[in-house]
């Protein structure tokens, strides 16, 4: 189960960080994703990070602004988000892939557990 975080309302240019805390015992064998889904458009991928952390992917569009990292000793993991702009306004979604599952991937079919998803709001 995974339960998403940290969500608000900020100003353009600020920042936020959004924390994912998952139970169960194969947290540190996931690779962990972020996904968003804005009004009106398709969930697209943000960032994943491969179960040790040393394997990072994002979309181009939050590239040099966000970054995943995850602490597998508290099952959580982290978008820390930089320079947010009104772009950025979206649910956002962590998610799993299944432990057998080594790589990032920037498919949301790759995922299998789903977050509830925290809202994060971005004003001009």
């Known amino acids: 189960q995974l339960q998403a975080y940290g969500g608000g309302s900020v100003q353009a240019g600020g920042s936020l960080r959004l924390s994912c805390a998952a139970s169960?015992?194969?947290?540190?064998?996931?690779?962990m994703g972020w996904f968003r889904q804005a009004p009106g458009k398709e969930r697209e991928f943000v960032a994943a990070?491969?179960?040790?952390?040393?394997?990072?992917s994002y979309a181009d569009s939050v590239k040099g602004r966000f970054t995943i990292s995850r602490d597998n000793a508290k099952n959580t993991v982290y978008l820390q988000m930089n320079s947010l702009t009104p772009e950025d306004t979206a649910v956002y979604y962590c998610?799993?892939?299944?432990?057998?599952?080594?790589?990032?991937?920037?498919?949301?079919?790759?995922?299998?557990?789903w977050g509830q998803g925290t809202q994060v709001t971005v004003s001009s």
């Open positions: 998610a799993a892939r299944p432990p057998e599952y080594r790589f990032t991937s920037t498919y949301d079919s790759a995922y299998t557990a």
């Open positions: 169960g015992r194969t947290f540190s064998r996931r690779v």
């Open positions: 990070i491969n179960w040790s952390g040393d394997t990072t």
